[in-house]
């Protein structure tokens, strides 16, 4: 799917799927405003770029970018096997 943020294109077929999670996204409803839990994926793209795509159901899909520090530490919390090949060992306490 390809999503259009800022004047730059994020494709989540060329980009590399990092990890998957559980995320909480902010829906605007007619009873007010909701945080479902929704699956979300985090991509990052050939240039470095970091992004999260969820679906509704068949007709919405939701995309936000985030920076390198968000992406670190959803990897630290959701996939830290990817975050050690990324960016190595966490120092032991």
């Not at 990890?19 to 839990?37: A, V």
């Not at 970091?50 to 919390?77: M, P, Q, R, W």
Request: net charge negative; hydrophobic share 30%.
């Amino acid at each position: 799917m390809r999503y259009i943020i800022r004047d730059k294109i994020y494709d989540t077929k060329k980009a590399e799927l990092l990890c998957t999670f559980s995320k909480q996204w902010k829906t605007e409803t007619i009873f007010g405003t909701l945080y479902p839990s929704r699956v979300t994926n985090l991509y990052k793209t050939a240039k470095g770029a970091f992004f999260l795509t969820s679906n509704e159901g068949c007709y919405t899909s939701y995309c936000e970018v985030i920076d390198e520090t968000t992406a670190k530490e959803l990897l630290k919390h959701n996939a830290y096997d990817k975050y050690i090949e990324m960016y190595g060992e966490l120092e032991e306490a």
